[in-house]
């Protein structure tokens, strides 16, 4: 048994009652390797910005959980290196779906684990999220739960249809479960591939898609009835369209992918939602350096030469984020 808080990790308490009180959120990313995880450490470090690193269950089939968690640990001690006096980092499973995974998540040194039992009758999502709560929180870890479905892929978790929140459940359901935070679906969802286009119209002038915008009325009823508690958006995206470019015309092939865009996300970020997911953007800035490097200089062969410029795309994207999105930087001096 490993305790998180002897790994210079926090969990999202505090975190979050800073960001619902200030009207900002907390950056929530997802990482996989070491490219992903100096970009995001170097992004806040370089902003000051309290930072959510996600480990998802196709992270740890593809990484190795024992590697990620010493990378998070890793991490601390890179950021105090990069002169980040107070790091605020918190290592999160996300998407957990059986107790089993979320306690060995604790157990193992994470400082907040999400139990999704949204595709789960809703007596049972209760008793489940309720069951991981009660372990969790002996540890003084924090518990993320999810009630209403998001649409899209996202490693493991496959949902063809959303279904919104209902703001009559959250007293219930958070008052029973005791979580620290809920998942709520608005309209957002996994992945490059947010909507289809029939949900969407097209811009004349660019013929890109534009998506619909997201049920704030349901953000503002769930609010209202739940004062001050920490809210979370998944699948929170934008797809930026210059790398959708970048991929498309060096040998890829995203047609019609499409995100949220970033001035609804800014919204969300001033009211109770204190936690935004993203985890596609990354994805996509990651392999549009890499196709760029490698159309342009098919020669090359050392994985640093298109790794590097990866990463560094990916810093900007993170501080890109943090600045101008969700309002995080300099609140973890
Ligand atoms: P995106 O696919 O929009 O990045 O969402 C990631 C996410 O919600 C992780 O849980």
């Known amino acids: 048994m490993v305790n998180y808080k002897d790994l ?152 063809e249809e959303s279904h919104y929140t209902k703001p009559e459940e959250v007293i219930d359901f958070a008052t029973r479960t005791g979580c620290d935070s809920l998942a709520i679906s608005i309209g957002t969802s996994h992945g490059a591939y947010k909507f289809k286009p029939e949900q969407c119209t097209r811009d004349p002038k660019t013929g890109k898609l534009v998506p619909p915008p997201l049920a704030f009325n349901v953000l503002e009823e769930v609010e209202k009835k739940l004062p001050g508690f920490p809210i979370v958006l998944h699948g929170s995206s934008s797809v930026p369209q210059e790398y959708v470019d970048i991929i498309n015309t060096h040998g890829g092939n995203l047609p019609d992918a499409v995100g949220i865009p970033e001035d609804q996300l800014r919204k969300a970020a001033k009211s109770a939602v204190c936690k935004i997911n993203i985890d596609s953007d990354s994805r996509l800035a990651f392999t549009a350096a890499v196709r760029k490097v490698l159309a342009e200089k098919p020669g090359e062969f050392d994985p640093r030469k298109y790794c590097g410029p990866a990463r560094d795309e990916m810093v900007k994207l993170y501080k890109h984020k943090i600045i101008e999105v969700l309002g995080s930087d300099g609140k973890a001096e």
């Open 8 to 159: 210079g990790l926090v969990n999202t308490r505090e975190m979050f009652a800073k960001a619902v009180d200030g009207g900002y959120a907390i950056p929530a990313f997802n990482f996989n390797n070491m490219e992903q995880l100096q970009a995001i450490i170097k992004a806040c470090a370089e902003t000051k910005s309290p930072v959510i690193l996600q480990v998802s269950s196709g992270a740890r089939k593809y990484a190795n959980q024992t590697l990620l968690r010493y990378m998070a640990e890793g991490a601390v001690e890179y950021a105090k290196e990069l002169g980040w006096e107070h790091p605020q980092i918190c290592l999160h499973l996300d998407h957990g779906d059986t107790f089993e995974l979320c306690k060995s998540c604790v157990d193992f040194g994470f400082s907040s684990v999400m139990i999704d039992g949204s595709s789960l009758p809703y007596e049972e999502n209760i008793a489940l999220t309720k069951k991981v709560v009660e372990y969790a929180h002996q540890y003084d870890v924090t518990v993320e739960a999810e009630l209403g479905v998001l649409a899209g892929v996202e490693d493991d978790v496959v949902a």
